[in-house]
């Protein structure tokens, strides 16, 4: 649904940043129920070992630390090789996108249609272009957005450390070589009235 270049949609929409900030997600939590009423742990830690992970999971919940997952060290949700972006002008996208928000405002009229009959009328849409995991220029935007978010997510990480008495090491944006200064120009704005006043990080303020 994303057809934006990648810098340009997350300085835009707070929501592909928003999700980053673990200590704000998780402090309430922290507070309402105590460190030792949640477990945490790292994506990282789950791919590395999901055995191991299970069972400290496991072990922390009380239960059968020795039951694995059949789905344990598969692949979900993994990154397509490519995106497809589609023509926004041709008819039947357009009508496509229509359905899609009425469905998803009738989540009951949505189970009655197969899952196989919504993947096989995506694959039939008239595509614009098709934007390749690979390409250079994908590389470039990812690179360029990593210059973009890395202040920020630096300031984020420590700030879930010093809330959780852990370091992240293994988080490449925790000690990134990017200038701060590089991103002042740049604002984004988060949900629930809190405002980063720039990606270098220094004004912070809850509205109340």
Do not use: C
């Not at 900030?21 to 477990?39: C, H, I, M, T, W």
């Not at 742990?41 to 919940?61: C, D, G, I, K, V």
């Not at 630096?154 to 959780?164: F, N, S």
């Amino acid at each position: 649904m994303e057809r934006r270049p990648l810098p340009l949609a997350v300085r835009h929409d707070s929501q592909y940043l928003s999700v980053s900030y673990y200590a704000y997600q998780v402090r309430p939590y922290l507070e309402r129920f105590g460190p030792d009423a949640v477990f945490m742990e790292t994506f990282e830690a789950f791919t590395a070992s999901p055995s191991a992970f299970y069972q400290r999971l496991f072990n922390w919940l009380g239960i059968e630390a020795a039951f694995l997952p059949r789905s344990a060290g598969k692949p979900m949700n993994a990154n397509p090789d490519a995106v497809e972006v589609y023509d926004e002008q041709a008819l039947r996208v357009r009508l496509a996108r229509r359905v899609t928000l009425r469905l998803r405002q009738h989540p009951r009229l949505a189970r009655l249609i197969p899952q196989v009959a919504t993947h096989w009328y995506r694959k039939i849409l008239p595509k614009q272009s098709v934007r390749k995991a690979d390409s250079h220029d994908f590389a470039r935007e990812v690179e360029e957005t990593r210059h973009l978010v890395q202040p920020l997510l630096g300031e984020w990480i420590h700030e879930l450390e010093d809330l959780t008495g852990r370091v992240y090491s293994q988080w490449a944006s925790r000690d990134g070589d990017w200038s701060p200064e590089e991103s002042r120009r740049w604002q984004i704005w988060l949900p629930e009235g809190l405002m980063l006043a720039d990606l270098g990080g220094a004004a912070r303020q809850h509205e109340t």
